[in-house]
């Protein structure tokens, strides 16, 4: 049966959730402000999840390994998480420690074994572990789950144009795998070529038309809906749209934005939006909405990355927040602290998700 599985939030500027199994006809999805605390406990799982992936691309076994303090100089990482992360590593089997020799890699590398339970992680080049990005939590979540069911994993990167036949050959081959996680914007190609070789996997963060594919993602269309009432319920009526290109996210969260501003009666206005902002010309492309006689009062942003890195932008025009214009962001990344006042977001629970 195909099945999706949406992100339903309660009540506006709350800060209960919970995600849920719906049919795509079913999902209901609400707006909250959330406030970000920064995880210790993450920041150490992304650093040894980094560290892993380090081991597999660019060291052989019996290589020897980074020190401690490039480590943390490298990753901006405090001791006590650099330990704790290479402590396990060694713990795993993934490295050694000689005294007076410092660390090696071992024979077995992470995701080479398995007994036959390997699974692909295979993540689009947008994807990344970085504590601040969409992803991280995800990707953690996904990796020690599918630890605590004795499955070994391996991180392939694919670019959007890459041919979906050498990858679904990699896959079928002699590594072994008993089914894939396919992480962000994928191709359609590598979708069918999966279902081809009757190699099971999920879509995460991505959704298909192609019949009997599953995938978890966020209700985008929903979400922003919802998030664009919140502004107009505010008060708002000149609400802008900004997002970077658009990729399948962004165009679903447009259309969230474009239904909720028709089914409230206001005419969606082409000046105020800007659908493919450039961080090498940030500023000169956000005042583009600000050019025509209707001035924005309120900002939707495609995600809370590119509401931050709009506040200076907005700034440097003579604009402030929240006197001038109010902004909204989407997925409730950590990122989204780093703004004053802080940024209300759409909050996504990214850990339910993995």
């Not at 597999?56 to 390994?65: I, Q």
């Not at 993934?94 to 992470?110: A, D, M, N, S």
């Not at 070994?152 to 079928?172: M, N």
Request: net charge negative.
């Amino acid at each position: 049966m195909f099945k999706i599985w949406h992100l339903a939030i309660d009540n506006p500027v709350k800060t209960n959730y919970n995600l849920i199994s719906e049919s795509i006809h079913e999902v209901k999805i609400k707006v909250i402000t959330v406030s970000v605390i920064e995880n210790n406990g993450l920041r150490y799982q992304w650093l040894k999840a980094r560290l892993e992936e380090d081991i597999l691309n660019r060291y052989k076994p019996n290589d020897k390994f980074m020190s401690q303090r490039e480590i943390m100089t490298r990753y901006e990482a405090s001791f006590s998480t650099v330990d704790r992360a290479l402590r396990e590593l060694v713990q795993e089997g993934t490295l050694k420690r000689y005294q007076g020799r410092g660390t090696f890699v071992c024979e077995q590398k992470p995701g080479a074994g398995g007994g036959g339970k390997k699974l692909a992680l295979v993540l689009s080049r947008n994807v990344t572990f970085a504590p601040t990005h969409f992803y991280a939590e995800i990707l953690m979540t996904i990796t020690s789950t599918m630890g605590n069911y004795g499955y070994s994993f391996v991180f392939i990167y694919v670019d959007e144009d890459e041919p979906a036949t050498a990858l679904a050959a990699r896959l079928s081959g002699e590594e072994c795998f008993v089914g894939a996680f396919l992480v962000g914007n994928v191709s359609d190609r590598l979708i069918e070529a999966l279902i081809e070789l009757k190699l099971p996997f999920v879509l995460v963060d991505r959704g298909t038309d192609i019949p009997g594919v599953s995938c978890v993602k966020t209700d985008n269309i929903n979400g922003a809906y919802q998030a664009v009432k919140y502004l107009i319920d505010q008060g708002h009526r000149s609400i802008g749209y900004v997002s970077t290109r658009m990729h399948t996210s962004f165009q679903e969260r447009y259309e969230g934005y474009c239904n909720a501003l028709i089914d409230h009666g206001i005419k969606i206005d082409h000046t105020l939006l800007q659908r493919n902002l450039r961080d090498s010309s940030i500023v000169q492309d956000l005042k583009t909405i600000f050019s025509g006689t209707e001035k924005p009062t309120a900002i939707f942003f495609g995600n809370d990355c590119t509401a931050v890195k709009s506040v200076n932008a907005l700034l440097k025009l003579g604009i402030d927040i929240p006197d001038d214009i109010s902004i909204m962001g989407f997925d409730g990344d950590p990122i989204s602290e780093n703004t004053t006042p802080p940024l209300t977001t759409m909050y996504v629970d990214k850990v339910k998700m993995g």
